[in-house]
């Protein structure tokens, strides 16, 4: 059982062409909603953490939402270096190890 | 250092053989996870340490796998024999004390080949 999808699994945009990507889960009791940046060839970096429907959070071109089952990674006026693979986690109330990674969305920014 | 420090970065391996994958957290992180991320999936977890504590074993996947952390610090993620389904990067994590995902800083990865 999918615990946390990601769409769409790949996603080309001119430079300057906003849109979004989605994070759906179906992890009951969230303890925190992440985005992650992966470039080619590294480990991922931190991004944001949501805690609460309705929450957002931006970073320069970047903002995340929440809702109750999915969040949304929005990319304003993308730029050529946005080129990567956005990966979201959930954390979840419950034992052991309840942090769940989805498979990504790889983004690729045409100049 | 600065950042999270794993070697080797590439790994080539011919079926059947053991392996040996370092990680050097960050001074002072007492967390310690190793994720394993194959192609089109996501990060998967195989183990974490925290302290002095017993490790959490959970996500290893099979009895090939094992890993250690020596003194609080560096760690070693070693696959005996070796299959070519071991294919993948492997990634280490670390983080000061907290619920999984929080403070995670990850190093580069080691991409293990196995032919």
């Known amino acids: 059982e999918d615990q946390v999808t990601q769409s769409p699994e790949a996603l080309r945009l001119q430079e300057g062409e906003s849109s979004s990507l989605n994070c759906s889960y179906t992890v009951s009791g969230l303890r925190g909603l992440f985005w992650y940046r992966q470039d080619p060839g590294k480990g991922p970096e931190f991004l944001f953490t949501?805690?609460?429907a309705g929450e957002e959070k931006e970073k320069e071109r970047l903002k995340a939402t929440l809702t109750k089952k999915e969040s949304f990674l929005h990319i304003t006026a993308p730029k050529p270096e946005d080129s990567a693979t956005y990966l979201c986690a959930v954390g979840y109330y419950g034992y052991g190890q309840n942090f769940v990674f989805g498979p990504g969305t790889r983004l690729s920014v045409l100049p | 250092g600065a950042g999270v420090s794993q070697s080797p970065s590439n790994k080539v391996t011919e079926k059947g053989k053991d392996v040996e994958l370092r990680c050097d957290p960050i001074s002072g992180h007492t967390a310690l996870y190793w994720y394993r991320q194959s192609l089109g999936q996501g990060l998967e977890f195989l183990i974490y340490f925290q302290g002095n504590s017993a490790p959490d074993k959970s996500g290893l996947p099979s009895d090939r796998f094992s890993a250690e952390r020596t003194g609080g610090s560096v760690s070693t993620l070693t696959i005996q024999r070796t299959q070519q389904e071991d294919s993948a990067v492997y990634l280490c994590?670390?983080?000061?004390?907290?619920?999984?995902?929080?403070?995670?800083?990850f190093g580069s990865g080691t991409r293990l080949t196995v032919v």
């Open positions: 994590a670390s983080s000061l004390a907290g619920p999984p995902g929080y403070g995670y800083t």
């Open positions: 949501l805690y609460s």
